[in-house]
């Protein structure tokens, strides 16, 4: 399972005693698979208001804290706050935020991760990221959750149900921008296994064309 030692033990911390105040999304919950590409750098918690943040974030500290680890507030906005959180010599960054109740599916219950967004959802909101980002590790991402999730042309398909300001065919569009990489900008990532470019361009090439002939035989009506 590619976390850290530390950030499982970080989580089985937090799971133990179980919220419905926060569930963890982002690379962390995209990558809790075995099979996944890659570690994540940080955990992201989610909360349904700005208020349930600020309540979660100071339960989880002070859970936290008694359990030994030190809590460093980096950022503290309103449905937004930013730690890292360390024990001896281990530390990760962690996020706890605000976002949309709205999803596709139920959250899902781990007994390590306490409450995980479903992987249908992590996969269209990683479309949705990637079509307003240019970042190497999306580009993993990407591809990992079209082979094991759903095919590139079902998320950006459901992708627009979370932003009606997209067409399938406008989404591809700024999809297809993405994918110019070189070798190096994944030597920076921690990923799970050798990363070949090559054919993660063929593949990334392939989904986008299957992607938009489903999108050209379908009735907009369908959406």
């Given at each position: 399972?590619?976390?850290?030692p530390?950030?499982?033990?970080?989580?089985?911390?937090?799971?133990a005693?179980?919220?419905?105040?926060?569930?963890?999304?982002?690379?962390?919950?995209?990558?809790?698979?075995?099979?996944?590409?890659?570690?994540?750098?940080d955990?992201?918690?989610?909360?349904?208001?700005?208020?349930?943040?600020?309540?979660?974030?100071?339960?989880d500290?002070?859970?936290?804290?008694?359990?030994?680890?030190?809590?460093?507030?980096e950022?503290?906005?309103?449905?937004?706050?930013?730690?890292?959180?360390?024990?001896?010599?281990?530390?990760?960054?962690?996020?706890?935020?605000?976002?949309?109740?709205?999803?596709?599916m139920?959250?899902?219950?781990?007994?390590?991760?306490?409450?995980?967004?479903?992987?249908?959802?992590?996969?269209?909101n990683?479309?949705?990221?990637?079509a307003?980002?240019?970042?190497?590790?999306?580009?993993?991402?990407?591809?990992?959750?079209?082979?094991?999730?759903?095919?590139?042309?079902?998320?950006?398909w459901?992708?627009?149900?979370k932003?009606?300001?997209?067409t399938?065919?406008s989404?591809?569009?700024?999809?297809?921008?993405?994918?110019?990489?070189?070798?190096?900008?994944?030597?920076?990532?921690?990923?799970a296994?050798?990363?070949?470019?090559?054919?993660a361009?063929?593949?990334?090439?392939?989904?986008?064309?299957?992607?938009?002939?489903?999108?050209?035989?379908?009735?907009?009506?369908?959406?």
């Amino acid at each position: 399972m590619p976390l850290t030692p530390f950030q499982r033990a970080l989580l089985a911390e937090l799971a133990a005693e179980p919220t419905e105040d926060r569930y963890l999304a982002g690379g962390a919950a995209m990558h809790f698979a075995p099979n996944s590409a890659r570690y994540s750098d940080d955990l992201d918690f989610f909360h349904d208001s700005e208020a349930r943040v600020a309540a979660a974030f100071g339960a989880d500290r002070e859970r936290l804290r008694r359990a030994g680890y030190t809590v460093d507030v980096e950022l503290s906005l309103p449905g937004f706050v930013r730690a890292v959180v360390s024990r001896d010599a281990d530390a990760t960054r962690v996020d706890w935020a605000h976002d949309s109740a709205w999803r596709f599916m139920p959250l899902v219950r781990d007994p390590l991760g306490g409450l995980l967004l479903h992987p249908v959802d992590l996969a269209v909101n990683k479309v949705l990221t990637v079509a307003g980002r240019d970042e190497p590790r999306d580009f993993v991402d990407i591809l990992f959750v079209h082979a094991r999730v759903l095919p590139l042309a079902a998320l950006c398909w459901a992708a627009v149900g979370k932003d009606p300001g997209f067409t399938p065919l406008s989404l591809l569009e700024l999809l297809k921008r993405r994918g110019r990489y070189r070798p190096e900008d994944f030597a920076r990532l921690n990923l799970a296994g050798p990363f070949d470019l090559v054919t993660a361009k063929q593949t990334w090439l392939a989904a986008l064309a299957k992607a938009e002939a489903f999108a050209r035989t379908r009735s907009p009506d369908e959406i």
